[in-house]
């Protein structure tokens, strides 16, 4: 798998944060936001540094919510092989 800073795909998408509602297990990021596209009413100053691609459990299954589009970025093609694999297996 990729490490460092790579360019992908963006579309405006959610901003990810962490929840404390009951159910809800912590996440973890894979992927951070090292630049910031702010248009416009999207807030400004929130997007540096904050997860754009994370994943966790949720009920009985795995989740991985994405922010950008790994699917739609040459070259992230084993990361979408990765994610599938992670999410379809059974347990921890």
Request: charged residues 25%; proline residues 8%.
């Amino acid at each position: 798998m990729a490490e460092g800073k790579l360019k992908i795909r963006y579309a405006n998408g959610p901003i990810i944060t962490a929840d404390s509602r009951e159910g809800i297990a912590p996440f973890e990021t894979l992927a951070f936001f090292r630049t910031e596209l702010a248009e416009a009413d999207s807030p400004k100053g929130v997007m540096v540094g904050s997860p754009a691609i994370v994943r966790g459990e949720f009920g009985k299954g795995r989740v991985i919510p994405s922010s950008p589009h790994p699917e739609q970025t040459d070259g992230m093609e084993q990361f979408i092989g990765a994610a599938v694999r992670w999410v379809a297996r059974r347990g921890k």
